[in-house]
């Protein structure tokens, strides 16, 4: 296991979810000391996995555009409401993690919507930018799934990164469970670049019906 000191629960809260779509479900909210990024990440505790069964985790990437705003050029909203559902059902952690363009901040994100609308791709833009394709470290997510004493689990994610980086933190990924698929016209450019240029495991086939806007 690395040498990456532990963090530790900071606070607990019970928050009660409410979605646009009508469902809702109670979650505990847990905030941490001690994370190696310094960012306020928060475990969002969903459902209560049966005695002996894996927890099931997702890492969520802080979206603003697409979590708040419903912005239909990703699909970070829809895969939100997904995982908070299938999580409460079977029991398990989603991570609400600050990292907004896949590290890149905000801003930046934007800046690299406005070359997308140019005709690059998503990692396209952020290259020309100056910036890595994906710049998101998960030593911390390993840090909160310790302090709330998960250490095996099945992780809701079309991202091997994830997984990749969870097992060389010391975290036993047992199965990675994909994600529906959630298109639209605005976003399936997008969708395809992640399967071509970072190995997202979504079908192509379910990409190729619709035309990018």
């Known amino acids: 296991m690395p040498d990456t000191p532990a963090a530790t629960p900071r606070a607990r809260v019970r928050v009660p979810l409410r979605f646009p779509d009508g469902y809702s479900v109670d979650a505990e909210l847990v905030t941490f000391h001690g994370l190696a990024d310094g960012q306020e990440h928060v475990a969002v505790v969903l459902g209560e996995p049966a005695p002996g069964a894996t927890p099931l985790v ?91 004493g998960v250490t095996a689990l099945d992780l809701l994610s079309n991202n091997p990164d994830k997984a990749d980086q969870l097992r060389d933190l010391g975290i036993d990924v047992r199965d990675r469970v994909p994600t529906g698929v959630f298109t639209t016209p605005h976003n399936v450019r997008y969708l395809r670049a992640k399967v071509l240029q970072t190995q997202h495991t979504l079908p192509l086939a379910d990409l190729t019906g619709l035309s990018a806007v």
């Open 58 to 148: 997702r890492l969520h990437s802080e979206c603003l555009t697409g979590d708040v705003f419903g912005s239909a050029r990703c699909d970070c909203g829809p895969q939100l409401r997904e995982a908070v559902e299938r999580i409460a059902t079977t029991g398990g952690v989603l991570l609400y993690l600050r990292q907004e363009g896949r590290g890149i901040g905000l801003y930046n994100k934007l800046d690299a919507y406005a070359l997308q609308d140019q005709g690059l791709d998503t990692y396209e833009a952020n290259a020309a930018l100056g910036l890595p394709e994906d710049d998101r470290d998960y030593t911390a997510a390993a840090q909160m799934l310790r302090a709330l």
